[in-house]
Structure formats: structure tokens, C-alpha cells
């Protein structure tokens, strides 16, 4: 009912920027955070960064001050702006979102499939 889709991943060498964005659509009436967790090989799954309406931004310590994540309110979209990318970045880059919405209305959470994102050495 609520569908979250992700684009933006691929291969980057160290240093360098991606751009990850996820668009929410289906029943939904509003948006409470939006956000990005990342899953790295063999480890567990984990806060990148999230904005949450009312609250602000949540960053993990090892993203601050090179992770910007962003919200479009209007087209229900988040972006993810990575800079300075390093090879521990490395992950699957999950979108997140927590919505009320659906039929009947009720707070969901809702991940998006994952995009992969690998930064070479």
C-alpha cells in the first residue's frame, strides 16, 4: 500500500560523491521521518541518516560531515548527498520511512528493496 523505490547507487571511487533519492508513493497521508540505513557485507543493518518532521536530522557518527540527507515534502522524496566517500561506505543503501497511511490509516514502517553502493580504493 505504501511503496518506497531508491535510485542513485553504483560504483564510485574513494573520495568521490554520490547521490542516492527514494520516492515514497500509495495511501499516504503523511510522512513522519524519511531516512537512509545502510547494510554492509556480513554486518548488521544500520542508521546512515534520517530527517524526522519536528525533529531535524540524525546522523551516524561515521557520516557526519560528509553525509547530507534532504527532504522534497511536496513529491515525497529523501535524498542522501555522500561526499568524500571511503571504501567502508561500502554497503546496501536501504531507504526508510515511517508514514502514516495505508487502508485504514495507521503508522507503518517501510523500507525500500536497497541500492548498492560500492566505493573502490
Not at 503523511?30 to 534520517?50: D, T
Amino acid at each position: 500500500q505504501v511503496q518506497l523505490v531508491e535510485s542513485g547507487g553504483g560504483l564510485v571511487q574513494a573520495g568521490g560523491s554520490l547521490r542516492l533519492s527514494c520516492t515514497a508513493s500509495g495511501n499516504i497521508f503523511s510522512i513522519n521521518a524519511m531516512g537512509w540505513y545502510r547494510q554492509a557485507p556480513g554486518k548488521q543493518r544500520e542508521l546512515a541518516a534520517v530527517i524526522s518532521s519536528g525533529v531535524g536530522t540524525n546522523y551516524a557518527d561515521s557520516v557526519k560531515g560528509r553525509f547530507t540527507v534532504s527532504r522534497d515534502t511536496a513529491k515525497n522524496m529523501v535524498y542522501l548527498q555522500m561526499n568524500s566517500l571511503k571504501p567502508e561506505d561500502t554497503a546496501v543503501y536501504y531507504c526508510y520511512a515511517h508514514v502514516l497511511g495505508g487502508s485504514p490509516n495507521r503508522y507503518l514502517e517501510v523500507w525500500g528493496q536497497g541500492t548498492l553502493v560500492t566505493v573502490s580504493s
